[in-house]
């Protein structure tokens, strides 16, 4: 069975940074892209960002983190993260990890991400 | 960016009747490589995403054949043959052939 778990969520301030991990199971991982999903307090879902296999090629990002978050993995680990810096009151939400499969297939539980003063 | 937009935004259904929900794209969602990644998606109250269809028609594995995908170019629709109780939720479709990757707005769906 295919698991997802986010963790590293929490309360931070404006200018501030957190690095979210997802740990996975029951799957090859390192044969697998994996993206960031994140949605805003009773919002909607927008995507964040996409990294291939074996980072053989430039990651993914929305216009809208590009430049301050930076997505990486360690398939030795099965690990993807999401390293978030210079974080503004609007990144505030849940962060769902999820393996790709011809577009986002399998969820994480997701990890909430607060940013505020 | 291609803007997704979904119709209802909100679709009160009847248990045993039928249910469908329309997503339509500013621009063609069909890639260079000849696929239409177009998925859905089905958020139930308190629950991550689960997908339901992906490439327009495909479904994810443990849908039921009583939901479905269809639709081509900019213009694609789910259906739902009998709504069951399981079916509460917000849909959203996204494309997965532009980049950056852009969802609809939801729709949500009450009996």
């Known amino acids: 069975e295919v698991q997802l778990v986010e963790s590293g969520g929490g309360l931070v301030q404006p200018g501030g940074s957190l690095r979210l991990s997802c740990a996975a199971s029951?799957?090859?991982?390192?044969?697998?892209?994996m993206h960031w999903v994140r949605q805003g307090p009773g919002k909607g879902l927008v995507w964040v960002s996409l990294?291939?296999?074996?980072?053989?090629?430039?990651?993914s990002y929305a216009d809208s983190v590009r430049g301050r978050f930076t997505i990486s993995r360690d398939n030795a680990k099965n690990t993807v993260y999401l390293q978030m810096t210079r974080l503004r009151p609007e990144d505030t939400g849940v962060y769902y990890c999820?393996?790709?499969?011809?577009?986002?297939?399998?969820w994480g539980q997701g990890t909430l991400v607060s940013v505020s003063s | 960016d291609v803007v997704m937009t979904q119709s209802p935004l909100s679709l009160p259904v009847t248990l045993g009747q039928p249910a469908s929900i329309s997503c339509r794209s500013n621009?063609?969602?069909?890639?260079?490589?000849?696929?239409?990644?177009l998925n859905w998606f089905q958020q139930r109250p308190g629950q991550s995403p689960r997908r339901l269809i992906y490439?327009?028609?495909n479904r994810g594995s443990g849908v039921p054949d009583r939901i479905s995908g269809s639709g081509s170019g900019t213009d694609f629709t789910l259906k739902i043959s009998r709504v069951e109780s399981e079916d509460v939720g917000v849909f959203y479709c996204?494309?997965?052939?532009?980049?950056?990757?852009?969802f609809g707005g939801g729709t949500k769906v009450e009996i």
């Open positions: 029951g799957f090859t991982f390192n044969k697998y892209w």
């Open positions: 996204m494309q997965g052939t532009h980049w950056p990757l852009t």
């Open positions: 621009q063609s969602l069909v890639h260079s490589d000849g696929n239409t990644y």
């Open positions: 490439k327009v028609s």
């Open positions: 999820v393996r790709n499969n011809y577009g986002p297939e399998s």
């Open positions: 990294i291939n296999s074996n980072e053989s090629s430039s990651p």
